[in-house]
Nanobody
């Protein structure tokens, strides 16, 4: 599986960005997917998940109410709309193309990423104050 993330950039505090991810090498509509982020020197953390149908979503508390995950199965693209960005959101953001096949997301969905052998290059998000 290969993923390509795009849409990162530098924004001021309170600004918005939309990340996109286009995985290849898997049946896009069959898998729950999500987003992780990583600061240098810290572990990669899962921040949002969306089930294969789009009916179930999950967000960690730090982004809840500000970020919105969505997917277009016809276009085979995963999105993360990020609003009201804060300096603490500064990180490299990674797409997770396989977080299970059950039509439900929760904090346990992120554990599927432990099986990943490779990740994409990520999209750098930098928020200045």
């Amino acid at each position: 599986v290969q993923v390509t993330e795009s849409g990162g950039g530098v924004v001021q505090e309170g600004g918005s960005l939309r990340l996109s991810c286009t995985p290849s090498g898997l049946a896009f509509g069959d898998y729950n997917m999500g987003w992780f982020r990583q600061d240098p020197g810290k572990e990669r953390e899962g921040i949002s998940c969306i089930s294969w149908s789009g009916k179930s979503t999950y967000y960690v508390n730090s982004v809840k109410g500000r970020f919105t995950i969505s997917r277009d199965n016809a276009q085979k693209t995963l999105y993360l709309q990020m609003n009201d960005l804060r300096p603490e959101d500064t990180a490299m953001y990674y797409c997770a193309p396989d977080l299970g096949i059950w039509d439900h997301c929760s904090n346990t969905s992120f554990s599927h990423a432990r099986l990943y052998k490779t990740w994409g290059r990520g999209a750098q998000v930098t928020v200045s104050n």
